[in-house]
């Protein structure tokens, strides 16, 4: 079955970067288009972008570009999230997602990053 | 950015009951409209795409509705494990966004 499984809660300091990462299982990555979305308490949801697994190539929210860069490796089926230049704005629970127009019909765990010195 | 307004903001529901749950775009999008369950701690579930689609696995008591920006989600015979927050998506155009959500409580 589709399995998208992401790192652990992170703590960073502001103004450092972090790696999130979402190991998938179950489906064809390789074709795939991996989303990634922000909730914070509130609750909102905000989707960042996706990045199509077969050529890497992305689609940004406007609102995240600079802030966030999604990568993949389809040797070992992870999608990847960087995030530069924390701030307390950045502090959410972040989600990898399988799906595109029709809805995220598959999500990850979520990994929590809190931004604290 | 296409805004998704939902509406009610919560409300509570007795066993057995139905309820509705409201969604306004503030521009067309042509049924691209999906509607997903959230329980804490917990990730999003899919329920409904493209408007009125039922995603595999949901039971057939979630129904979705509407057109061009007014769409609705409607839940029959309540159930206890139906508590927890809803959310509608856009996927017609970029950047996709959320609804704010309406927490379903059990009376």
């Known amino acids: 079955q589709v399995k998208l499984l992401q790192s652990g809660a992170e703590l960073v300091k502001p103004g450092a970067s972090v790696k999130l990462s979402c190991k998938t299982s179950g489906f064809t990555f390789s074709t795939s288009y991996m989303s990634w979305l922000k909730q914070v308490p509130g609750p909102s949801i905000e989707w960042i972008g996706w990045?199509?697994?077969?050529?890497?190539?992305?689609n940004y929210n406007q609102k995240f570009k600079g802030k966030a860069t999604l990568t993949v490796d389809k040797s070992s089926s992870t999608a990847y999230m960087d995030l530069s230049s924390l701030t307390s704005e950045d502090a959410a629970v972040y989600f990898c997602a399988k799906g595109l127009r029709k809805g995220f019909a598959y999500w990850g765990q979520g990994t929590l990053v809190t931004v604290s010195s | 950015d296409i805004q998704m307004t939902q509406s009610p903001h919560s409300l509570s529901a007795s066993l057995g009951e139905t309820v509705s749950i409201e969604c306004l775009a503030s521009e067309g999008i042509s049924n691209y409209l999906a509607w997903y369950q959230q329980k804490p701690g917990k990730s999003p579930q899919l329920l409904i795409y493209y408007a009125s689609s039922l995603q595999d696995g949901v039971p057939s008591r979630f129904s979705g509705s509407g057109s061009g920006t007014q769409y609705s989600l409607k839940i029959s015979n309540m159930q206890p494990e139906d508590e927890g927050v809803y959310y509608c998506q856009q996927g017609y155009k970029y950047p996709w966004t959320f609804g704010g959500g309406t927490k379903l409580e059990l009376k």
């Open positions: 990045i199509y697994a077969g050529d890497g190539g992305t």
